[in-house]
């Protein structure tokens, strides 16, 4: 008994150091304290997250599901730009993390994130 | 067939007292199984919003929760978003190498959560992940 009790505090000692959470890297543009996370010197995709769910890539209204499409395009075409998400204030941060996970699929990881102050 | 302990010079001694050694392991053995439980958590559970692209953040151990309505939680209690700031300042002097994840409601509003990120980023943790759930592929 002494030894299964020795080797489950051993499992917990070693479980404690490896309980990692989820999550996805976004950097912060603009506000307070962010800076520009894409390079001054390069450009970057914007992609726009409107308060009633409406999505626009490069000014161009699209669905969720479109936003990976359109970013592997632009991505094609601009492989050194970043991409900026911009939601309002009020859009849901469901959406904004389903955009954001929507462009991490299109391949790119340079993605920074502010919201439009009006 | 008796056992070696038997033997021994002292005769009536069964070897050494394991009780309260047992004592202190099982002791010890709940203080690890509550601290891994509850170490660092924000104290809620928010619905968290679904990414397939979601990875392990190797050393985000503080954790903020954004509710739907607006409350922020961390360290197992509310606090207001004035008091992110020293909070993850004083977590910054305890160990540097910590990283935040927020982790944000679905339905909570992004201008908090990018409030929160510019709170905790002033406070000194750069790193920010924001908290997603794995849907385990669409």
């Not at chain 1, 309002?88 to 994130?113: H, M, P, W």
């Not at chain 2, 001694?13 to 099982?26: C, N, R, S, Y």
């Not at chain 2, 409030?115 to 790193?127: P, R, S, W």
Request: no cysteine.
């Amino acid at each position: 008994m002494l030894d299964f009790v020795l080797n489950l505090l051993i499992f917990f000692i070693i479980t404690a150091v490896f309980v990692k959470e989820l999550g996805i890297d976004v950097a912060r543009h603009g506000g307070a304290a962010g800076g520009p996370a894409t390079g001054k010197d390069t450009g970057s995709i914007s992609v726009v997250v409107k308060q009633s769910g409406e999505i626009l890539v490069d000014n161009r209204v699209v669905d969720v599901r479109a936003v990976r499409a359109n970013v592997e395009r632009l991505h094609a075409q601009k492989p050194e730009w970043g991409v900026m998400v911009t939601a309002d204030q009020s859009a849901e941060t469901g959406l904004l993390v389903q955009v954001i996970d929507q462009v991490r699929q299109g391949g790119v990881e340079n993605v920074s994130f502010g919201t439009s102050s009006r | 067939m008796r056992s070696r302990r038997h033997v021994d010079h002292t005769g009536e001694e069964h070897g050494i007292d394991l009780a309260p050694m047992l004592d202190f392991v099982l002791n010890l053995l709940i203080f690890f199984i509550i601290t891994t439980s509850f170490v660092r958590e924000a104290g809620i559970t928010v619905s968290r919003p679904e990414a397939v692209t979601a990875v392990q953040e190797a050393s985000g151990n503080i954790l903020i929760a954004i509710r739907p309505n607006g409350e922020v939680w961390m360290d197992r209690r509310q606090v207001d978003l004035r008091e992110v700031r020293p909070l993850i300042e004083r977590l910054h002097i305890e160990r540097p190498e910590d990283t935040v994840i927020v982790i944000a409601d679905k339905s909570a509003k992004t201008g908090l959560l990018a409030q929160v990120m510019d709170e905790v980023a002033l406070g000194g943790i750069k790193e920010v992940a924001v908290g997603a759930g794995s849907t385990g592929g669409q």
